[in-house]
């Protein structure tokens, strides 16, 4: 049986501890942090050839792909290795080196092999070893079965967002509003909140953003003065629009389309180019593209 190595840390919903930029997966692939922190993953630590039931554990799970299209399934080890390689290639599931054991550690993986069940970047399940080939089946079938939590339950849904305050006071209906709306949940004392904003200003020629602050007491001082210089429409004390979408950490970004329905969902920090591609995706599917 392999041992991982283990430090101490915690996984950080939405971002994976070590983690920021993207992380090679295969000679051809590559995983953004983000992508782990979004939909329904099955994650099997490994260490190989040092753990010869890892072997049997990759099988099982290579198998498994084909009952579960739905499903991302990753191969994880602490190093690379010829043997690691060939397998993952041979069952063709995509191989992540976690260098020193960091998102293992955050993970709370302790031992190999291990599978690790992810819904929307937040721990589902976890088999440790000893499980068996049934087992391993059973957690990915209750990992396809899960209802969606946070704003992602929404998702392909018409939601109203109904009556709100701008932050000079007045009054707006924000069903109302030009659609498509690209809406971020903002808590001003979050920092990738404040990053996001520059990326806002440069896709509005595309999109309505609007920023929803969580509360308005956190606009004292020089904050509201620095969401006014911005020039965005900005919604204060949206605790309770929050509370109905089910936000759960900021920043939170949706995308609304021009039937009201939500389209795209992202939680934590995004980088402009994600932002513009889900822009772009919201305009094709609305058949507004080019």
Excluded at 109 to 118: E, F, G, H, T
Excluded at 189 to 207: F, N, Q, S, T
Aim: charged share 20%.
């Amino acid at each position: 049986m392999g041992t991982l190595a283990v430090i101490a840390g915690l996984l950080l919903v939405p971002a994976l501890p070590g983690y920021t930029a993207p992380i090679e997966a295969s000679p051809t692939t590559t995983i953004a942090p983000a992508e782990l922190t979004r939909g329904r993953w099955g994650i099997l630590f490994v260490v190989i050839p040092s753990c010869p039931v890892c072997v049997e554990g990759v099988a099982w799970l290579g198998e498994a792909q084909r009952a579960f299209p739905d499903l991302d399934l990753l191969l994880v080890g602490p190093w690379r290795t010829e043997e690691l390689e060939a397998l993952s290639s041979e069952v063709r599931l995509p191989l992540l080196v976690d260098e020193g054991g960091r998102m293992g550690a955050g993970l709370g993986v302790q031992r190999a092999p291990s599978l690790v069940l992810l819904l929307d970047g937040r721990p589902h399940g976890r088999l440790d070893w000893p499980f068996t080939e049934a087992e391993l089946v059973r957690g990915l079938e209750e990992l396809a079965a899960a209802p969606r939590e946070g704003p992602w339950q929404f998702l392909g849904s018409p939601v109203p967002l109904g009556e709100a305050r701008m932050l000079p006071g007045d009054p707006v209906n924000l069903d109302e509003l030009p659609r498509p709306l690209l809406v971020l949940f903002f808590n001003p004392d979050c920092p990738p909140c404040w990053d996001a904003l520059p990326g806002l200003i440069k896709l509005r020629e595309k999109i309505l953003p609007v920023v929803v602050v969580l509360s308005s007491h956190a606009l004292a001082g020089t904050n509201g003065e620095r969401l006014r210089e911005t020039g965005l429409k900005v919604v204060v004390d949206g605790r309770e629009l929050a509370r109905r979408l089910a936000v759960r950490v900021s920043p939170t970004f949706l995308i609304v389309d021009q039937e009201g329905v939500i389209r795209w969902v992202h939680e934590g920090a995004a980088e402009l180019g994600e932002l513009g591609r889900a822009v772009m995706a919201a305009w094709d599917e609305a058949g507004d593209g080019e």
